[in-house]
């Protein structure tokens, strides 16, 4: 039997492996990531891992109707800062 991947190594896999052509990330629930991850993990919060590989920057979180999409940090869209954008919008 192949060792058991960690957290990071099944992520990054899903990330490359879900998504749909012309994509870069993978929406986590329609997808199937989040069942996926609970299955090979025994049960685990798929939420808490991605979202603390996310904050040690080995991933991308962006938020998405219904749901979040995952992307490897390389392969991520640039966020324009909304708050920036809006004042330049009224000149400001």
Known sequence: MPEKLNH??????AIVSLRKEGYKGIHT????F?????K?????DPIKVTT?????????IRP???GVMLYLPEEAPVMKA????????MGL
Do not use: H, Q, T, W
Request: proline fraction near 0%; charged fraction near 40%.
């Open 8 to 13: 990071e190594e099944f992520i990054r896999k």
């Open 82 to 89: 909304r708050g920036e954008d809006a004042l330049g919008k």
């Open 29 to 32: 629930v329609y997808s199937g």
């Open 34 to 38: 989040n069942e996926a991850f609970k």
């Open 40 to 44: 090979y993990f025994d049960g685990e």
């Open 52 to 60: 603390g590989l996310a904050s040690e920057n080995k991933i991308v």
């Open 64 to 66: 998405a109707k219904g």
